[in-house]
């Protein structure tokens, strides 16, 4: 290929000359071509960024804050979205920014939107433990290597289990009636930010990722530094479709705007493209780049995009080893006063009081969704498997425990793609495991001996015993492992998709750095972490030269 030069633009032209239907480039290269703008695109971008590389950051959706472009706004307070109130969290999924921001494209939910998942959750906010990082990862990231990475996100993005001004906590009452039923039952008290290695029958106020009263995250910590520098570019409403490579050097990548029109961004020469796309997303990008296993590359193909040729295949375990948290839902009746806060009332102003607090930066909408976080873990085969509680309000007096079944699990699944261009999941990861099953039994079977002892008054609801309680399950949305990071090269019979140093295997400049290089799950909900790898992976890669 060659360009030919049109104005502002350049269009793509064959070695014979004919001109690529639909193609154009952008008369501009960079350093650095990060595709996704969630946590960890964001992140590794900004610190390339600020190490004067001149860099250009893609996301396929829009902003969900003033400050990026949205225009959804709160009628009681214009500067914000619902995506800023921490105290919204439970109602935007009731909004039509809920449609607007999650992909229609991907095996499982995953949100399209400039920062990700993160824009979206309920906040919660794990600093992982070290035993995360020392269990599956490689030499080179296990905790003490990764530590100064976690230290530089949370001097940023902290986190906080008190996020209102005045220092006080509201709407306690499914703490003090959860609190009290944990102490009893010889569970210890602790705060999940300073103590994060104590995941064994424990408990805690929740840490959101919250700042300054509002959703934090690396849109409002990160990309604020990275857009006063004027070597950073963010392009949003541009969807990713493959990378242009030649062998096994990427060129430029192609990409299809919000008007539907193909383009080609070009790399300056020893540029690096580095894909932060997502555990479902990223290997749709591998597969239309001829990346990944055969049967993949070829759906590509067929799917219309235009693949290398096939001596030019890289075959790599794209997609295979996906892991998710299941989650179980444990709905207990308790004799507590409190209940469910109205999301619709605080949405629309509507809750006076409340709309008030929050001017002040105090009160409920300070707060996120949960109560109380707990964490245990449980051995019935020789591993140990760890298990988060997120308990909210929701009902009168009814408290729901979202339980997820975290680090130590041993099932796995298979991503791959259909004929259309999306994801798909080709094999599930959930309970795949007999000792996975087992554990999980054993885990629910002792929470509801526990939670339905004659002492505690409390009664179970809508899943009553342990078969209903499994048959409860679904996703955790923390997606990981499907371009899973080791030292044994996928080309050569092993598991790994990129090595130590986040690149992947057979080409020279192509990285990744969000959860799909992750090789296990973390223990609790997976932001953190994410933003942890990212921190390290932008050192690992700008060092190398």
């Known amino acids: 290929m060659k360009l030919l030069q049109l104005g502002g633009f350049a269009t793509l032209v064959s070695a014979i000359g004919a001109v690529v239907p639909g193609s154009t480039s952008e008369n501009h290269t960079y350093d650095y071509i990060v595709v996704g703008g969630g946590p960890s695109g964001i992140i590794t971008a900004e610190r390339f960024a600020e190490a004067g590389k001149k860099v250009l950051l893609l996301e396929r959706g829009f902003g969900p804050t003033v400050a990026t472009g949205a225009n959804e706004t709160l009628a009681w307070d214009p500067s914000l979205t619902p995506i800023d109130v921490p105290g919204l969290s439970t109602a935007v999924g009731s909004t039509d920014l809920w449609e607007k921001y999650i992909c229609t494209d991907t095996a499982g939910q995953a949100a399209c939107v400039l920062g990700g998942g993160v824009t979206v959750n309920y906040m919660v906010f794990v600093h992982p433990p070290d035993r995360d990082f020392n269990d599956k990862w490689p030499q080179g990231w296990k905790w003490h290597n990764v530590k100064s990475a976690a230290d530089r996100l949370y001097e940023r993005n902290m986190g906080s ?63 604020p530094l990275a857009q006063k520098l004027p070597n950073f570019r963010l392009r949003m409403g541009t969807k990713v479709q493959r990378l242009v490579r030649s062998g096994s050097q990427i060129t ?63 075959n790599l375990p794209v997609g295979v080893g996906l892991k998710d948290h299941p989650i179980f839902s444990i709905v207990v009746q308790t004799n507590g006063t409190f209940e469910m806060p109205d999301p619709e009332s605080l949405l629309n102003g509507t809750d006076v009081g409340d709309v008030q607090l929050y001017r002040h930066k105090q009160g409920v909408l300070t707060q996120g969704k949960h109560r109380l976080i707990f964490f245990t873990s449980n051995n019935v085969d020789g591993q140990t498997r760890y298990y988060q509680g997120s308990c909210a309000p929701s009902g009168d007096g009814e408290l729901t425990i979202t339980a997820y079944m975290t680090h130590g699990l041993t099932s796995s699944g298979v991503v791959g793609l259909d004929m259309n261009g999306n994801t798909v999941m080709e094999k599930s990861p959930y309970l795949q495991t007999a000792g996975d099953r087992k554990a999980a039994s054993a885990f629910i079977q002792y929470m509801i001996d526990e939670i ?30 499907t371009a899973k990071m080791g030292t044994d090269d996928g080309r050569h019979n092993g598991s790994s998709v990129v090595d130590t140093n986040t690149k992947v295997y057979g080409t020279d400049n192509l990285y990744i750095v969000d959860g799909s290089i992750h090789p296990d799950l973390p223990t609790g909900n997976i932001q953190a972490a994410i933003m942890i790898v990212a921190e390290a992976a932008a050192a690992k890669i700008l060092a190398q030269n």
């Open 252 to 314: 430029g990548i192609e990409v299809e705007t919000a008007s539907g029109h193909s383009e080609v961004i070009m790399l300056a020469p020893h540029g690096r493209v580095v894909l932060a796309a997502g555990a479902l997303s990223t290997p749709r990008l591998l597969f239309n780049s001829g990346i990944g296993p055969k049967k993949q590359i070829e759906t590509a193909q067929k799917s219309g995009v235009t693949v290398p040729p096939l001596h030019e295949w890289i």
């Open 161 to 223: 289990t008190l996020p209102s001004q005045d220092g006080k906590r509201y709407d306690q009452g499914l703490y003090t009636v959860l609190s009290n039923f944990f102490h009893r039952i010889g569970w210890k008290s602790v705060d999940m930010l300073i103590q994060p290695n104590e995941k064994h029958r424990v408990y805690s106020y929740p840490a959101w990722n919250i700042k300054d009263t509002m959703r934090a995250g690396p849109v409002r910590t990160y990309l």
């Open 452 to 481: 339905t002892a004659p002492s505690t008054g409390f009664q179970l609801k809508t899943y009553t015993n342990t078969s209903a309680i499994l048959g409860s399950l679904t996703s955790g949305i923390h997606w990981t492992t």
